[in-house]
């Protein structure tokens, strides 16, 4: 069972949440929170596996309650909860560490199943959402130098790395390189630890800031050493 806190300031939004998930019988809403204040502190108790976040609540509002729940534990699966898809808060949230966002207007469907990706590691963004998101993060930093690849991966690491920079699901990433989604998941959880990210959104634009993966969404692949 899949354990879920709403965060929303709506009544009538958060009951219709409930009922959506509930009607599952995979997902079980453990928390109802009207604000940020209350999100943190029903995410401490319930300790859920994915929170519904909205960004826009009276008193604490969602990207502030996001960052205090991810500070106190990092492994916590944030989804956040938007009206507008070019709302700027949004990207904040996904750089605090949020692992993606819904729009509220989407089909009931697409909440259900990123519920459900989300519990299991996997990114929130179609790949052409992904390629605005990637894009405004590294146009608003300052870009120095990069490194050739990220330093202490091992060279199917990086290539599985890559290939989350272009957007592709785990089972994507298991076709293509011709392994289990198990061992997919295991490459992807090492690098992660290894670069101190939290979430796929973060890896994907290291994997772009790094030079992994090029301007059009391909992935980099360096040449075969001949001694090796």
């Known amino acids: 069972m899949i354990r879920v806190l709403v965060a929303d300031d709506q009544a009538l939004v958060r009951a219709g949440v409930r009922m959506l998930l509930q009607a599952t019988g995979d997902l079980e809403v453990v928390g109802e929170a009207v604000d940020g ?5 029903l995410a401490e108790r319930h300790l859920p596996d994915v929170i519904l976040m909205d960004l826009r609540m009276p008193r ?3 990207l502030e309650a996001t960052k205090r729940v991810l500070a106190a534990r990092p492994g916590a699966r944030v989804v956040v909860l938007t009206t507008f898809a070019e709302d700027a808060n949004v990207y904040a949230a996904l750089r605090a560490g949020a692992v993606g ?6 089909e009931p ?3 259900v199943d990123a519920v459900r990706r989300a ?3 996997e990114q929130l963004l179609a790949p052409s959402v992904l390629r605005r998101v990637v894009e405004r993060f590294l146009a608003a930093e300052e870009q120095a130098a990069a490194p050739a690849a990220p330093a202490g991966l091992t060279e199917r690491e990086r290539e599985v790395l890559a290939l989350v920079g272009t957007g592709l699901s785990n089972a994507e990433i298991a076709e293509e390189l011709h392994v289990g989604v198990t061992t997919v998941k295991t490459h992807i959880a090492a690098a992660m630890d290894k670069l101190g990210l939290r979430n796929r959104i973060q890896a994907a634009v290291v994997a772009h800031r790094t030079g992994l993966v090029d301007a059009s969404f391909r992935p980099v692949r360096p040449p075969r050493n001949p001694a090796g």
């Open 60 to 62: 604490v509002d969602g």
């Open 119 to 121: 519990a299991a590691g």
């Open 109 to 111: 469907e697409r909440m």
């Open 101 to 106: 966002f819904l729009v509220k207007d989407d």
């Open 37 to 41: 204040a209350e999100a943190v502190r």
